[in-house]
């Protein structure tokens, strides 16, 4: 039976041509309509302005994106903005929650459901006030009242007659937190505060003490790869109590409660990842694994002294070097799908 359409052998060649690209034409773009239409939603973390957060932002993200298919963005910001980002949801993960220094402020988006705590991502965040190993001594310091006696050591040289405590950023909860114990333990009376412009500078300054066998005196925590770098000695404060802590927030909250008279070192409690309401029905996936995503202190430090030893700055690579090294532990955090697009990923990167 001829098909009444076929005029002639040429002719049929030509309108199964056209026809065969009628139907490519129309596949593809079906098949982009379907990409289009599955793709899966960005996911936007909060920057911070520290290292270990800058890691596992970096860590994070490259599971989202190689193992479970996520575009991700990270949003410039600092500790203030990133309460309110998180909150209101133009954020959609925060990696480091540290709730001890906004204790008021995290229990009450918890229980308003704003935010949804996944969990620890390391066990422990400690905060401190730290001088040089050999300072410590060399003058026989051991605890935070001892530093009263040695302020001409770090001599303020706007004001001679006091010394300078290196406090963090102003955009730090902790700034204020330690403007309030520095009062409380008599330590505005010989010292000056001084706060570098920016998260390097601030660094900047102890490297600068080390490296040149200078006396410093102030605030850090861990983990940091200045913290695994150099001999320190933390300095001895009372121990910890809720009442105390109470006391000392609420200093900070209202001004008008200083000078307080007594005051004790920062609790010392798991640091962990917050994500917003929406974040389970946008990316359930997601949440599962950050939920089991606990990298640890130790690691942590190491990630960030090989950072800094290597003179890496792109926290990508940060990540791809753990990942590469430490595949025993992430790959329980994650599903077997999202493992093997992982591993295809970092197959697929240079050594």
Request: glycine letters at 6%.
């Amino acid at each position: 039976m001829r098909i009444p359409w076929r005029i002639g052998e040429k002719g049929s060649r030509s309108t199964v041509i056209v026809i065969i690209l009628a139907l490519v034409v129309i596949t593809v773009t079906l098949g982009a309509i379907i990409m289009t239409t599955t793709q899966k939603p960005s996911i936007t973390f909060n920057g911070g302005q520290w290292d270990s957060i800058r890691f596992n932002n970096a860590l994070a993200g490259y599971i989202f994106k190689h193992g479970y298919g996520y575009p991700v963005v990270v949003r410039d910001s600092t500790e203030f903005t990133m309460e309110e980002d998180l909150a209101t949801g133009k954020t959609d993960v925060e990696m480091e929650v540290w709730s001890q220094n906004k204790a008021d402020w995290y229990k009450e988006q918890i229980a308003r459901g704003t935010i949804i705590d996944l969990g620890p991502v390391f066990d422990s965040g400690p905060q401190y006030y730290i001088i040089p190993a050999w300072m410590a001594e060399q003058y026989q310091i051991e605890t935070i009242y001892d530093m009263k006696n040695y302020s001409y050591l770090m001599q303020d040289p706007k004001d001679p007659t006091k010394g300078l405590f290196i406090n963090n950023p102003k955009s730090w909860t902790s700034y204020r937190i330690n403007e309030v114990k520095l009062e409380a333990y008599g330590l505005s009376r010989y010292y000056n505060a001084v706060t570098p412009q920016s998260d390097k500078a601030f660094e900047a300054v102890y490297i600068n003490a080390q490296e040149n066998h200078q006396p410093v005196f102030g605030y850090y925590w861990s983990p940091t790869a200045l913290m695994g770098s150099y001999d320190w000695y933390i300095l001895k404060e009372p121990p910890y109590t809720d009442a105390c802590w109470n006391e000392v927030t609420a200093a900070v909250n209202n001004p008008g409660l200083r000078p307080l008279a007594n005051a004790c070192a920062y609790p010392d409690i798991p640091v962990t990842t917050a994500v917003s309401k929406q974040m389970p029905a946008k990316a359930p996936d997601v949440v599962e694994m950050l939920m089991k995503m606990e990298v640890g202190i130790d690691p942590m430090n190491h990630e960030l002294a090989w950072a800094r030893k290597n003179n890496v700055t792109d926290w990508d690579l940060v990540a791809i070097h753990y990942l590469r090294n430490n595949e025993d532990h992430w790959k329980t955090w994650v599903t077997p799908t999202a493992y093997a697009g992982i591993k295809q990923a970092l197959e697929n990167i240079p050594p």
